[in-house]
């Protein structure tokens, strides 16, 4: 029982490919304060970053048809006690803590269950992300892999065949190693790394002394001495250079690396690494080729030449797959920032306190007749004081055009110029009353084409003049004259400028950040209302 509640832990995020040491999990929950309740497994999710959910839903089949393949469930059976819930070709397999399996139907789990559950929420970005990277690796090993191929397929030895196909099979391992270290999830190798206890890649290729020299790690170390050897055998063969008077010589050398790993993994680590074990093997059937065939071929046909040639050729290689990878890291790197930063932007209580801070309007109120679009009852208002003369106006449009196409119904824009209806000469009064006299007399689909004419990347408002024929609209001043009041009482004189429900926007936001927060903000906004409605208590 002590050991389940984290075996199961263990098991949902195998089940959501997420791969961490079976001990840090253990370890993890067993000194949370709470162990063993459910809010033990949450502040450890929590603890690694892992989006997570826990609540207490209504037990019926419409949310039980809504529930992820795999999550945690209380049950009472006969007592209450917390399993892994999967479902499975429409029958539910539940793990009970005590490693005891069972298949129930959906009516007979509902029967059992409480409504509390704990689920893993998926991050498809992530997982998009990793497959992008993983998809460029594949590619570069597997162009590798076909020369590799075509190089066994020409008439060389049977001594090279076997030898050079070994350490292909060796790249092949190393990028596995190298995926693994790159936290690239890999169901298969993830699997075969964290089998038991005494099994765990991580532990060997995180450790200090999986570096070499402080700097080079194992895993970068094995992939470069790998393609090194097959792309040395294709360029030995190219130009006419004997393969023997090299190759067998490396293997030998890694005879200490050999000893030196395993000794470090039996009695320093103390863990088994399976990767790392598969390129020990490789490497000794490596030496065991070698010796087989001594005897029989001039295996270590010494050619000083031909040796400072493929030193020089494995430097150039090393420092190329060096760089590749230094440039994945990075490339993962600045994807977890990304995905940080958005986590933290993506956050409405900073987002509401940073918006509490701005001042309100001065003098907030609707202008008969203005432009205005979208709902007209929408709980959040948006304000653009805007010229179609203001360069950056253009990008505001652009923001606002976004804006309204994906949350027409959940807000109201309203456009305000800074237009002075005394200077009927300026072309600004005369493009404002323009767009006036359109926006009642054609409607608002035909406003809003003007407006993308006139705040398009190349559009000149006053080229827009004479090709619209204008003629000044004067009913329309008075609209222009409350506008040009208005913003005098807020003391408004720069465009462009957005407003939010009568306080500016945050600066520390781009204007389309409000798509992310506009159902928070209805949210609060209701809330804000109940509040407001309270019936005050009687003393």
């Not at 200490?256 to 993994?265: A, F, I, K, N, T």
Request: include cysteine; charged fraction near 20%.
């Amino acid at each position: 029982m002590e050991n389940g509640l984290y075996l199961l832990v263990n098991k949902l995020l195998s089940k959501n490919k997420i791969y961490i040491q079976k001990e840090e999990v253990k370890l993890q929950i067993g000194s949370h304060p709470s162990y063993p309740s459910l809010h033990a497994i949450v502040g450890v999710l929590n603890h690694f970053n892992i989006p997570s959910l826990a609540v207490k839903l209504p037990i019926t089949e419409e949310v039980f048809s809504q529930l992820p393949i795999s999550f945690l469930a209380m049950i009472q059976n006969p007592n209450e006690s917390l399993v892994l819930a999967e479902k499975k070709n429409k029958l539910i397999k539940i793990t009970y803590q005590n490693g005891k399996r069972e298949r129930l139907t959906p009516v007979q789990f509902l029967s059992l269950w409480n409504g509390i559950l704990i689920a893993i929420e998926k991050d498809e970005n992530t997982k998009e992300d990793q497959k992008k990277i993983s998809g460029e690796l594949n590619w570069v090993v597997g162009v590798l892999l076909v020369l590799a191929g075509v190089y066994l397929l020409k008439g060389v030895s049977l001594f090279e065949k076997v030898y050079t196909s070994l350490s292909a099979l060796g790249v092949l391992v190393s990028y596995f190693i190298v995926k693994q270290g790159l936290g690239l999830q890999n169901t298969t190798t993830n699997s075969l790394c964290n089998f038991s206890e005494k099994i765990s890649c991580n532990a060997v290729l995180e450790s200090s002394g999986a570096r070499i020299l402080g700097m080079l790690t194992l895993s970068e170390a094995s992939i470069a001495y790998f393609l090194s050897l097959v792309i040395g055998a294709i360029v030995f063969e190219l130009l006419g250079l004997p393969f023997a008077s090299v190759f067998p010589w490396m293997s030998i050398l890694t005879v200490p690396v050999l000893g030196y790993s395993l000794y470090y993994q039996k009695f320093v680590v103390k863990k088994w690494c399976p990767l790392c074990l598969g390129i020990i093997a490789i490497l000794t059937f490596q030496i065991a080729w070698v010796l087989i065939f001594k005897p029989t071929e001039k295996v270590f046909n010494w050619n000083p030449q031909s040796l400072l040639f493929f030193l020089v050729l494995s430097f150039i290689i090393s420092r190329v797959t060096m760089s590749i990878l230094l440039f994945i890291k990075k490339k993962i790197e600045l994807k977890n920032v990304k995905k940080d930063y958005l986590k933290f932007k993506n956050n409405f209580a900073l987002f509401k306190a940073l918006y509490n801070q701005q001042e309100k309007l001065k003098a907030n109120y609707p202008i008969p007749g203005e432009i205005v679009f979208g709902n007209k009852n929408a709980p959040l208002e948006i304000i653009l004081v805007t010229s179609p003369f203001c360069h950056y106006c253009k990008q505001a449009h652009k923001d606002l055009q976004q804006i309204m196409h994906l949350a027409k119904r959940d807000i109201k824009v309203t456009f305000r110029f800074l237009a002075d209806p005394l200077q009927k000469e300026s072309d600004l009064y005369k493009v404002v009353s323009q767009l006036l006299y359109i926006y009642h007399t054609q409607g608002e689909a035909e406003t809003l084409l003007a407006l993308d004419t006139l705040y398009g990347d190349t559009s000149n408002p006053s080229q827009w003049i004479p090709s619209m024929k204008l003629i000044p609209h004067q009913k329309y001043d008075g609209i222009m004259e409350l506008q040009k009041g208005w913003a005098q009482e807020n003391n408004i004189n720069f465009t462009p400028a957005f407003y939010l429900n009568g306080k500016e926007y945050p600066k520390e936001y781009n204007r389309t950040d409000v798509l992310t927060f506009i159902e928070d903000f209805k949210e609060s906004l209701l809330t804000e209302k109940e509040k407001i409605f309270v019936a005050p208590s009687v003393a």
